[in-house]
C-alpha cells in the first residue's frame, strides 16, 4: 500500500476523525506496517507484545481454542488491552484474506492517541459494543463475560477524567476512581441516582442532553456542567461545586449504525459519560 492509501484506510477507523492528519501522517511513517499472506498468523493466545494493531486492508479471524469469536476487517482494531496489561493474550489472530496491518507500539499510542479524551471515548463505545458481541458468539457463559467487563474497566481506570456510567433510570451504575475530585469514593456513588451530584435542575431539556440516548454526531460534545463535591467530604469546607464538561453518548446493544437506522430491535442500555475539569476554573 502506497502512504496516500494507508491514510485512507486510518481514516476509516472511527476514532481517526479526532486525530489531526499530521499525527496520521506520523502514525503511518513511524509505525510498522505488516503484509499479511491468507492463513498467516499474526499472534497465538499466550504470546506477549504490547501494541494494538490497525487493518488497513483485508480480513482478518479473532479465535480462542479453535473456536472462532469475531472478524476484524478495514477500519477495525484489536489488540489495546495488550496497551495497559502486561498480559499474554488472551486469544489468536490470523489473516482470512491477503491483508495489512498498522501496528502501534505502546510509547507511539501514548503519545498520539492515549491522551486524547475523545479518542479514548470513542474506543471505550467501540469496546462495550464488541465485548457484548464477541460474547454472544462465543457463548462462554459467566466467567468470561465477568474477565470482559474487568478488561473494560481498567481501560476507564487508566484515564484521569471521571467516567459515569448511568443506566436509563438515570442510576449511576459504574464510575471510576477518578471521582475522588469531588470527594467521593466510588461505592458512594454506584447506585445513587446522578441527579444527586448534578449541581442544578436536571429538567427534561437538560436531562435530554446530559443523559442522552444519542449516539455519533448527535450525541453530547463539550457540555458546560458543574458537579457537586461531597458534603461529608473534607474538601466541601473549600468548595461545594467544580465545573466540567462532559462528553454524553447513548449506548445500546447494537452498533451504531444500526442505533441511526428506524424500526430496527435495539435496546437502551444506558448513558456514557467523560467529564473533564477546567483546570482554569480549578485554579481560580
Not at 502501534?104 to 464488541?130: A, H, P
Not at 471521571?162 to 436509563?168: E, R, S, T
Not at 462532559?246 to 435495539?266: A, F, R, Y
Request: glycine share 6%.
Amino acid at each position: 500500500m502506497t502512504p496516500d492509501q494507508k491514510i485512507a484506510a486510518l481514516k476509516q477507523v472511527s476514532f481517526s476523525q479526532f486525530i489531526q492528519d499530521d499525527d496520521l501522517w506520523y502514525l503511518v511513517y513511524a509505525c510498522e506496517s505488516h503484509p499479511m499472506k491468507a492463513g498467516q498468523l499474526l499472534f497465538a493466545e499466550k504470546s506477549f507484545k504490547e501494541s494494538m494493531f490497525i487493518v488497513l486492508d483485508g480480513k482478518l479471524e479473532v479465535y480462542k481454542q479453535h473456536k472462532h469469536i469475531a472478524f476484524r476487517e478495514a477500519g477495525d482494531f484489536f489488540g489495546e488491552m495488550s496497551l495497559l496489561e502486561s498480559k499474554p493474550r488472551s486469544a489468536s489472530v490470523r489473516a482470512v484474506t491477503d491483508s495489512v496491518l498498522l501496528e502501534i507500539d505502546k510509547e507511539t499510542f501514548s503519545n498520539y492517541i492515549g491522551s486524547n479524551t475523545k479518542v479514548i471515548w470513542d474506543i471505550l463505545k467501540t469496546l462495550s459494543q464488541r465485548n457484548r458481541a464477541d460474547l454472544d458468539v462465543t457463548d462462554s457463559g459467566y466467567k468470561e463475560l465477568k474477565q470482559s467487563e474487568e478488561k473494560y474497566r481498567r481501560i476507564v481506570e487508566s484515564m484521569s477524567d471521571m467516567i459515569f456510567q448511568v443506566d436509563p433510570d438515570g442510576i449511576i451504575c459504574f464510575a471510576n476512581e477518578s471521582v475522588s475530585i469531588l470527594g467521593y469514593e466510588i461505592d458512594e456513588l454506584v447506585g445513587k441516582p446522578f441527579i444527586e451530584i448534578f449541581d442544578g435542575k436536571l429538567g427534561d431539556k437538560r436531562k435530554h442532553h446530559i443523559l442522552t440516548r444519542r449516539v455519533g454526531p448527535r450525541a453530547t460534545t463539550n457540555m458546560e456542567i458543574s458537579l457537586n463535591v461531597n458534603p461529608l467530604s473534607s474538601l466541601h469546607g473549600l468548595i461545594w461545586y467544580l465545573p466540567f464538561l462532559v462528553n454524553t453518548s447513548g449506548m445500546w446493544d447494537v452498533p451504531q449504525e444500526m442505533v441511526l437506522k428506524k424500526n430496527t430491535s435495539k435496546k437502551f442500555l444506558g448513558s456514557l459519560l467523560i467529564a473533564r475539569a477546567d483546570k482554569m476554573d480549578l485554579m481560580m
